[in-house]
């Protein structure tokens, strides 16, 4: 008996007669999907996470269950079930063959044979010994999901019970930590859907009583475009509740907006008003029930930020802060205030997870990456010091060389698609409009709007065209400049590039930055950063995703008169900025400007390493899928093995497009991935994909007597060589014949019946990797 037949005749029932499935609000969620497997380029995953079954009651997942055929021991499944129980941070773990069931209580670190299943109620008690109002009551609201069009990710659902247990024990103050792309302010939404629905309020919460009205909300950001954004994921409230807080509306109605449940502003809406009284204190302090902060790290949670003075008014409010980036000195603050995080979920677990995009990067080196003056150089404007030699970080705030500009420019437009939609961040604004109009000056599109700058300084038509650049329908604009305005909150889900042209000394900032491409796209396997002022370095520090250590100090100052804030909110005059040297390269120099890009890999923790460091870590895994070279061979000879070798390595963190790197990188790109392998394992040569294909038409006449055979292979075997390994995969088979017959008919009328097609399509593929005679 297989495992379905098992589970069907055996499991099935044995949970149906315990009341799983039977008991109002009771369910069974059959080979729940817990994650989709982290991209691996070529449109393919790495295996997905998936468990056999999860339990829930009254809405809350309490139980997974792993499954093996009735053949197998009872306790097989015990690993994967307690690491989908880990990940799923659920209390409870079963492993059954169908006749015996193991169980295991992953909080008391207890485990043994149980006689049964738990029955629902029986296994809401263990989980929840002692009772709460409030839990039941959160509890009895099922997640908003659109009519199924809206499914909640395993960790968003830890995350808004986290919350919403912090709440039952009467916490006023909580923290939320996720990665950039992962679904902050859709956890925000099913958080206000829940307290709506259940009408939990500050008055009834604090006396326990019974709920007499709904909860007023706020939702508040420091950018328009993140309220906006929020009002939006919003709708399934009715629209009478949802209530957009704008300046504008405040003055020409007269007062502030009190008719509604979930409100959207600014802190700079809140902090405006006439004569100096600020608008948040037209509202009492206890107005609010629950407060959402977005950003919390860069707004109100900081001591020294005027913005503080809104959290402390609302001070009776439950507050929520909602943050990217884990504790560093520099956000210390919000962390002092809010506590530490209730929950946690950081880039490197949402890419191994396959939730977001993972990355890669390209290093570009130039010989001008620093300057330093000799007289043949003209100084066009301001003063040169001479002997000193001019950094990265100098070049566009205190020294300006068009030429180093320009070339820079004209690699990073090389190296991109550039069909593809692009960010580039530039050392200020006004580098940013230099930068946007060399980019529309070399771009191969003719549209004027290719490319645009979207700046603090560039107010509603920046907007605009930031947009339209998130809008997936749209092409133009493909690439925006910036400085810091989009380093953060923007929802754009096809970028593909990301060029930094100014240095980044924050490592908050830099995986806000990296968090601009990390969103899922259909047909996005990964995204680029291509790195001109050695930002890399960061993927090194001990705080990229790792657990975070005693911080050090930085300085993180926004720079150029660009801040968060758009001028129009703004107060106060910007300090006069000193003259910017310009210098004029001498006649030759700009044509000897000369770069080198390398590529950064990545191990299967999302660890970066050199070419060297995977070769090495490519070579210590080898040895589990062949014992030496002749194995290898056969393994490569048939794609279905070869195909099972692939996934196999894929899954140790050594898939397509990490082998493809590696294959560039011992410049073999004409050569096939066997010759990757071969090299690491046994320092082969690689031959070149033509080579082959040679070796192996000499060897057909004595196998294929049929001239159709015979043109059918060499057919194949060309594409092998224009295209590479892939040609050769069983999945090809039809392609190939359908674009060289036109019809499967007329291939089947010229080759043979199916199997015959597909002996021949196999069988001359030993002959690609075999030996030469």
């Not at 997974?64 to 690993?79: D, L, Q, R, S």
């Amino acid at each position: 008996m297989n495992e379905s037949e098992t589970r069907a005749e055996h499991i099935d029932p044995a949970l149906k007669a315990i009341g799983w499935g039977v008991v109002e609000g009771s369910q069974i969620r059959r080979e729940f999907v817990i994650t989709l497997g982290r991209l691996q380029g070529r449109a393919e995953r790495a295996k997905p996470e998936i468990a056999d079954y999860v339990l829930v009651y009254r809405n809350i997942k309490l139980a997974v269950i792993e499954a093996k055929a009735w053949g197998k021991p009872y306790t097989e499944g015990v690993g994967q079930a307690k690491g989908y129980a880990a990940k799923l941070a659920v209390r409870f773990a079963y492993a059954t063959n169908g006749q015996k069931i193991y169980g295991i209580d992953m909080h008391a670190g207890s485990e043994g044979d149980v006689a049964a299943f738990p029955t629902p109620e029986e296994l809401w008690a263990r989980t929840f010994a002692t009772a709460n109002t409030w839990r039941d009551r959160f509890a009895a609201i099922p997640f908003e999901d659109k009519g199924g069009t809206w499914q909640g990710r395993y960790y968003q659902d830890i995350a808004i019970q986290r919350v919403l247990d912090a709440i039952v024990d009467g916490r006023d103050r909580i923290l939320l930590t996720l990665a950039t792309g992962t679904g902050k302010t859709f956890i925000a939404f099913q958080l206000a859907w829940k307290l709506f629905q259940s009408r939990w309020n500050l008055s009834d919460w604090k006396q326990d009583g019974v709920p007499t009205r709904r909860p007023r909300v706020l939702f508040l950001a420091d950018r328009n475009i993140l309220a906006d954004q929020a009002y939006n994921a919003f709708s399934a409230f009715d629209e009478d509740a949802l209530v957009r807080i704008a300046p504008d509306e405040i003055r020409k109605k007269g007062r502030v907006p009190t008719n509604g449940s979930i409100f959207f502003t600014i802190f700079q809406t809140f902090m405006s008003g006439p004569d100096e009284t600020p608008y948040f204190g037209d509202y009492p302090p206890d107005f609010f029930d629950f407060i959402v902060i977005d950003e919390c790290h860069r707004g109100g949670a900081k001591d020294e930020s005027s913005w503080r003075e809104i959290l402390e008014y609302f001070q009776p409010a439950v507050q929520l802060g909602l943050t990217a980036t884990p504790k560093r000195q520099s956000n210390a603050d919000t962390y002092a205030y809010f506590g530490e995080p209730v929950y946690s979920y950081s880039l490197k677990e949402g890419i191994n997870d396959g939730f977001l995009t993972p990355f890669r990067v390209k290093q570009v080196v130039t010989t001008l990456d620093d300057y330093l003056y000799t007289p043949d150089d003209a100084v066009i404007e301001g003063e040169v010091v001479e002997g000193k030699r001019y950094l990265e970080s100098d070049f566009n705030k205190i020294i300006f060389i068009r030429e180093r500009e320009e070339f820079r420019v004209r690699k990073f437009m090389e190296l991109i698609d550039q069909r593809e939609k692009t960010l580039v961040f530039c050392a200020s604004q006004d580098h940013a409009l230099l930068v946007r109009d060399l980019i529309n000056q070399i771009a191969g599109s003719t549209d004027p709007f290719y490319c645009v700058r979207v700046t603090a300084n560039d107010g509603a038509r920046g907007e605009q065209s930031l947009r339209e650049f998130q809008d997936n329908e749209k092409t133009i604009p493909t690439i925006l400049t910036t400085s810091q305005k989009l380093s953060t909150g923007v929802d754009a889900r096809n970028v593909r590039n990301i060029v930094l042209l100014r240095p980044i000394n924050s490592m908050i900032e830099f995986k806000q930055i990296i968090g601009r491409g990390t969103r899922l796209y259909d047909g996005k396997d990964y995204f680029t950063v291509y790195d001109f002022v050695k930002a890399h370095h960061h993927f090194s520090d001990p705080e990229w995703d790792g657990e975070p250590l005693e911080p050090a100090p930085h300085a993180a100052n926004l720079t150029d008169g660009e801040s968060e804030t758009p001028p129009s909110e703004q107060t106060g005059p910007l300090e006069p900025r000193p003259v910017k040297i310009q210098v004029k390269l001498a006649d030759g120099k700009a044509r000897q400007i000369q770069s080198m890009v390398a590529t950064t890999f990545w191990s299967a923790d999302g660890r970066p390493m050199s070419a060297a460091q995977f070769l090495e870590s490519l070579f210590g895994v080898l040895p589990e899928f062949f014992k030496d070279e002749d194995q290898l061979r056969d393994i490569w000879s048939d794609p279905q093995t070869r195909k099972s070798l692939l996934l196999g390595l894929a899954d140790k963190g050594f898939g397509r497009e990490a082998l493809a790197g590696m294959q560039a990188a011992i410049e073999a790109d004409n050569s096939d991935l066997f010759d990757v392998l071969a090299y690491v394992a046994y320092a082969r040569s690689p031959i070149p994909r033509s080579a082959r294909a040679m070796q192996a038409k000499a060897r057909l006449n004595d196998t294929y007597k049929s001239d159709r055979h015979l043109a059918f292979v060499e057919f194949v075997l060309d594409h092998y060589v224009d295209e590479g390994v892939d040609e050769l995969a069983l999945e090809k088979l039809t392609p190939l014949l359908k674009l060289k017959y036109h019809a499967i008919s007329d291939a089947a009328a010229d080759l043979g019946t199916s199997e015959q097609i597909r002996s021949v399509f196999v069988g001359f593929q030993k002959y690609l990797y075999s030996n030469a005679p």
